[in-house]
C-alpha cells in the first residue's frame, strides 16, 4: 500500500521507559498502560522531547473509549510536556507504542477518530467533479491534481505505531497518506494480533 | 426575538436587506442572557446562529473584496469562512436549502479553484504552554479542565490560548495549515512587496456576477494540450501563457499535458454577453 512502511524495530515499553526524561515515579504509571503515546526526539534540533499538536485531543478521545482495563499513557511527565505546531501537508498524529494484545482496541479507537476528525469533514464538503468534455463523463483525476494545487487535496495524516509482542520483539508500521486509507493501514496491524 | 423569528430570518438572509452586524448584536443580548440562566444549550443554538451570520457577513465582504480586485484580502476572508464552517459543522448540520450555507462553501471552493496561489509559508511552532479559553487554567496533559477544544460553553467555541511559544521555522509548503501566508516576490525597484500573480479567471466571473447571492457554478473539464490550440504561434514568439518566456522554450514543450478547463454556468443571463468566452490556462503548472 502506497504511503505504508513496516520495519523491523528495536523499541519496546521499556526502552521509552528508560530514557532520561522520563521521572522514575512515572515509570511505574506508564508501565501499567497498553498504549502508550511516545514523543518525537531531536526535532528541528530542539533538545526536548515534542508532541504533535492535537496530542491532547487524541489522548482524550482514548480515553473516553477505551474498555475498562485498557489503559493509554503518554511518555512524559506533566511539567515537561511540550508540543510542535507544523502548519503544513500531513496531520501528524504521533507516535504510538501498543502491546499487541490492545491492538483490536487501538484499531477501531484509532479508526472512529480519523473518520470523526477528518474524514467525515472531507466528505461533508461539496465535491468537485471533472468531466470529460468529449463523453460528459466523470474523469478520475482529483482536481488537486489537475489544478496542480495541493491545498484542495482531501486530510492527509502521518502517524507510527510501532507494536510490541510479549516477547519483545517489535514491528514499526509508518503511515503518509490520504486519511481515507485508514482502513487498510489499519487492517495490517491486525495480523500481528495475538 | 423568539427562536421562530430568528430561524425566519436567518432563512431569508440572502434575499432580504438587513444589517448582519445588528442581528447578531441582538443574538448576543439574547445569549448573554441564556448564560446567566446557566441554559447552556439555548446558549449554543445562538452561537450557532451568529457563526452562520459570521459566514454570511465573510462572504458578503470577501465578495466586496473581489469586486474591487483585493485579492489576496478576499483571500483570507474565504479562509476565514473556511475556518467558521469547520467550527459549525461539529455542531450544526445543514442541507442544500438551508441557510444558503451550502452555495457558500461550494462557492469558497470554486473561487479558491480559480485563485493562482500555489506556495505557502508555514511556521514551525514550539508551544510550551497554553491555557483554556473558557477556565483560564493552565493545561496539563494528565489532568485536563475538562473542557475540549471546538465545544461550546457559555456560548462561545473552547480553544487554547498559547502563552509561551518559540518560533522553530519556517517552511515554505503547497498545503498549509491555514492558507493567509500566501508567497508574494519583493519589488527590486521600490522594495516594496507587489502581487505578482495573474487573477484574469476571478476578473472574468466577476464581469459576470453581480451579487454575493447570485446562482453559479464552475464546471471544470480535463483537456489536452495539443499543437492545434496554438495555430497561429510561431516558435520565437512570446508564449501565449503569459510566462515571460518564447513559446519554443515554454508550452510547446508542454504539447500532450492536461489542463483544467472551466466554464461557469450561470443561473441568470450576465450583464455582458460573454458566455461564449472561455479561458484557457495552458498548463497547471504556468497558471
Redesign the interface.
Known amino acids: 500500500m502506497q504511503g505504508l512502511e513496516i520495519t523491523e524495530s528495536k523499541e519496546t515499553f521499556e526502552s521509552w521507559l528508560a530514557k532520561g526524561f522520563v521521572p522514575e515515579d512515572l515509570k511505574d504509571i506508564l508501565s501499567r498502560a497498553s498504549i502508550l503515546i511516545v514523543p518525537f526526539e531531536n526535532l528541528?534540533e530542539?533538545p526536548k522531547p515534542?508532541f504533535p499538536?492535537g496530542?491532547?485531543?487524541i489522548?482524550?478521545y482514548f480515553k473516553e473509549n477505551l474498555p475498562p482495563g485498557e489503559i493509554i499513557d503518554?511518555c512524559?511527565s506533566?511539567e515537561d510536556?511540550?508540543?510542535?505546531?507544523?502548519?503544513?501537508?500531513y496531520k501528524r498524529l504521533g507516535n504510538f507504542v501498543i502491546k499487541n494484545v490492545a491492538i483490536p482496541v487501538f484499531v477501531t479507537i484509532f479508526s472512529s477518530y480519523v473518520y470523526d476528525k477528518f474524514i467525515n469533514?472531507d466528505d461533508?464538503?461539496?465535491q468537485?467533479?471533472?468531466?470529460?468534455?468529449s463523453t460528459r463523463k466523470e474523469?478520475n483525476?482529483h482536481?488537486s491534481t489537475?489544478?496542480?494545487?495541493?491545498?484542495?487535496?482531501p486530510t492527509?495524516i502521518t502517524f507510527t505505531v510501532t507494536i510490541v509482542d510479549s516477547l519483545g520483539a517489535s514491528k514499526n508500521i509508518k503511515y503518509e497518506g490520504p486519511a481515507k486509507g485508514i482502513d487498510n493501514v489499519l487492517q495490517s496491524l491486525k495480523k500481528y494480533e495475538k | 426575538m423568539k427562536n421562530e423569528e430568528i430561524l425566519e430570518k436567518l432563512n431569508n438572509i440572502h434575499v432580504q436587506e438587513f444589517s448582519l452586524d445588528d442581528f447578531s448584536i441582538q443574538l448576543q443580548q439574547i445569549k448573554e442572557g441564556f448564560v446567566k440562566e446557566d441554559k447552556q444549550g439555548q446558549a449554543k443554538q445562538i452561537w450557532i446562529y451568529q457563526t452562520i451570520i459570521e459566514i454570511h457577513s465573510l462572504y458578503k465582504k470577501a465578495f466586496e473584496l473581489l469586486q474591487r480586485q483585493l485579492f489576496y484580502d478576499a483571500w483570507c476572508h474565504l479562509e476565514r469562512i473556511e475556518i467558521a464552517f469547520?467550527g459549525l459543522?461539529k455542531h450544526f448540520?445543514f442541507n442544500k436549502s438551508q441557510f444558503y450555507l451550502?452555495q457558500i462553501?461550494?462557492n469558497v471552493?470554486?473561487l479558491?479553484?480559480l485563485y493562482p496561489?500555489?506556495l505557502?509559508g508555514?511556521?514551525?511552532?514550539?508551544?510550551?504552554k497554553k491555557k483554556c479559553s473558557v477556565c483560564d487554567k493552565e493545561?496539563?496533559?494528565?489532568?485536563?479542565c475538562g473542557h475540549?477544544?471546538g465545544e461550546i460553553y457559555n456560548g462561545e467555541m473552547c480553544h487554547r490560548i498559547v502563552t509561551e511559544a518559540e518560533v522553530?521555522?519556517l517552511?515554505l509548503?503547497?498545503?498549509?495549515?491555514?492558507?493567509y501566508s500566501v508567497m508574494f516576490l519583493n519589488d527590486p525597484e521600490t522594495g516594496k512587496q507587489k502581487d505578482q500573480y495573474s487573477y484574469d479567471l476571478i476578473d472574468f466571473l466577476f464581469e459576470l456576477i453581480e451579487s454575493p447571492y447570485e446562482l453559479w457554478d464552475?464546471?471544470?473539464?480535463?483537456?489536452e494540450i495539443s499543437t492545434s490550440d496554438f495555430i497561429n504561434i510561431k516558435r520565437n514568439d512570446s508564449c501565449p501563457c503569459g510566462s515571460g518566456q518564447k513559446f519554443k522554450k515554454c508550452c510547446l514543450n508542454k504539447v500532450g499535458e492536461?489542463?483544467?478547463?472551466y466554464e461557469f454556468i450561470l443561473k441568470k443571463p450576465p450583464r455582458k454577453a460573454l458566455l461564449n468566452k472561455t479561458i484557457k490556462i495552458p498548463t497547471?503548472?504556468s497558471?
Not at chain 1, 81 to 89: G, H, L
Not at chain 1, 146 to 153: A, C, G, I, V
Not at chain 2, 258 to 261: A, I
Open positions: 528541528r530542539t515534542l499538536i496530542t491532547e485531543d489522548l482524550r503518554i512524559i506533566d510536556y511540550q508540543e510542535f505546531a507544523f502548519y503544513n501537508d469533514n461533508s464538503k461539496p468537485i467533479q471533472i468531466i470529460d468534455k474523469v483525476n482536481i489537475l489544478t496542480d494545487k495541493k491545498y484542495l487535496e492527509h | 469547520q459543522k448540520s451550502w462553501e461550494k471552493l470554486n479558491q479553484i496561489y500555489k505557502f508555514s511556521s514551525e511552532i514550539l508551544k510550551k493545561i496539563s496533559i494528565r489532568s485536563s475540549i477544544v522553530l521555522g517552511s509548503v503547497q498545503n498549509p495549515g491555514n492558507k464552475l464546471e471544470v473539464s480535463q483537456r492536461k489542463y483544467p478547463h497547471a503548472n497558471s
